[in-house]
Structures are given as structure tokens and as C-alpha cells.
């Protein structure tokens, strides 16, 4: 397929005019590992961002064992 | 490259000892795999990384790592 | 350490804390304007309660960063990890 042929594959650049840049690039290849890219949209107030340990609600990923999950639900 | 200031990044709470969590933390902050170790290798692959981007989050990231 | 100074510097942790984060995402978003705006205005604030706070209750920052009042302040405790927050 077309955008899966290496010679016509690029990788994500780097604009100076950052947007738009993907959230992940364009054409992505198998056995290769992405980052996807950050958006960001709204913080948290700024007692509430210390206290969570992240600004960005997209970042906060808090460890909860499967038990309590199961719990939980 | 670096200051230090008088006061923590973050308000540390200590409830009550807890021996066994002790010991989780200290395997946290200074194992193999703990934050300093993490901290200095930051530090060190900064110095090899070819992009000013990536020179400068490293150096960040780094610190902030070290930093408590 | 009195409440009011522990407010002080939570409010300070606060602000430092966003800008931090901030910081980093910019590291990454070099062109995002309106992260950048944010990350300024937090500057501003910040070096605002920070000069405030060093006046009312001494240095933050040694090695020639922040000026001391006589006998020389930053030997005055309680240092960060000593505090009961």
C-alpha cells in the first residue's frame, strides 16, 4: 500500500508552525514505537495540580490495583 | 549549573512510621531502578543527545528528578 | 513555623508547581502560544511571592540569588525537612 511503502514514508518533522502536528504521525510503520503527541487543553486549578502531582488531567494516571478496580466497578 | 532553594517542591506529610514502606521508598529513591539512578541518567545522556530540544528536557527532567 | 507562612509557601509551591509543568510540556511544544502565555504569567507571580515571602521571612535562595538581613540569615531553622507541614 502506498503510505505504507518505506520510500514514501515520513517521519513525523518538526514544523516551526507546530500545528497542526498529529497526535500521532501520519503513517505509522509496524515494529517501530511512538510517543503519541500531548494536546494540550485544560489544567487543573493549581491546589488541586500539586496535589494530583501533574497540571494536565490527560496526564494523571494514578496506579490502582486490579482488586480495588474490580471493587470499584 | 545548579542553586538550590530553602524550601520543598512539595509538602511532605508524615502520618505515622511505616517501616515496611520505608524500605519500598528507599529501593524507589536510590535503587537501580529508583529516581537518582534515573536523575543521573538524564544528566549523563544529555551530553551525547544531538537536538537542543532534546538536550534541554533531559537537563530538565533530570533535575527535576534529582530534586526534592 | 506559624499557619500563615505555611499558607504562604503552599500558595508558592503552587504556582511553582504549574509553571514546572509548564516548563516541560514547553520543552516539547516549543510553539505553543497560549501554554507559553500561562507559563509567563506564573513567572510573574511567582518571582512576586517569593520576593514577598523572603522579606517577610527570609532567604529562599543562597550563593548570591537573595540579599539577607543582618546576623546573616540562612543558618535559621527550620530547614524544609525538618518542617511539620
Keep these: 500500500m502506498y503510505h505504507h511503502d518505506p520510500r514514501y514514508y515520513k517521519p513525523m518533522t518538526h514544523h516551526h508552525g507546530i500545528y497542526p502536528i498529529p497526535f500521532m504521525p501520519a503513517c505509522v510503520k509496524y515494529a517501530n514505537a511512538y510517543i503519541p503527541y500531548q494536546c494540550y487543553v485544560q489544567a487543573y486549578p493549581l491546589p ?13 494516571q494514578p496506579y490502582i ?5 474490580k471493587k470499584g466497578e | 549549573m545548579w542553586i538550590y532553594e530553602k524550601k520543598l517542591q512539595y509538602p511532605v506529610k508524615i502520618c505515622k512510621p511505616d517501616l515496611r514502606m520505608a524500605r519500598y521508598l528507599l529501593t524507589q529513591y536510590g535503587g537501580p531502578d529508583g529516581e537518582l539512578s534515573a536523575a543521573l541518567r538524564y544528566l549523563n545522556q544529555r551530553y551525547t543527545i544531538p537536538t537542543n530540544e532534546a538536550k534541554a528536557l533531559l537537563t530538565d527532567i533530570g533535575t527535576e528528578e534529582l530534586a526534592p | ?5 505555611l499558607a504562604f509557601l503552599r500558595q508558592i ?13 514547553l520543552d516539547t511544544h516549543m510553539d ?6 500561562e507559563y509567563n504569567q506564573h513567572v510573574k507571580h511567582l518571582a512576586m ?5 523572603e522579606m517577610c521571612y527570609g532567604p529562599l535562595l543562597n550563593f548570591g540569588f537573595s540579599p539577607s538581613q543582618y546576623p546573616w540569615q540562612w543558618l535559621q531553622g527550620p530547614w524544609p525537612w525538618e518542617q511539620v507541614y
Design chain 3, 13 to 25: 509551591q503552587e504556582v511553582e508547581f504549574a509553571a514546572l509543568e509548564l516548563n516541560l510540556y
Design chain 1, 65 to 69: 490495583p486490579e482488586k480495588k478496580l
Design chain 3, 1 to 5: 513555623m506559624m499557619h500563615e507562612q
Design chain 1, 48 to 60: 488541586e495540580a500539586l496535589m494530583r502531582g501533574t497540571l494536565f488531567p490527560e496526564l494523571y
Design chain 3, 49 to 53: 511571592l517569593k520576593q514577598q515571602y
Design chain 3, 32 to 37: 505553543d502560544q497560549r501554554a507559553l502565555m
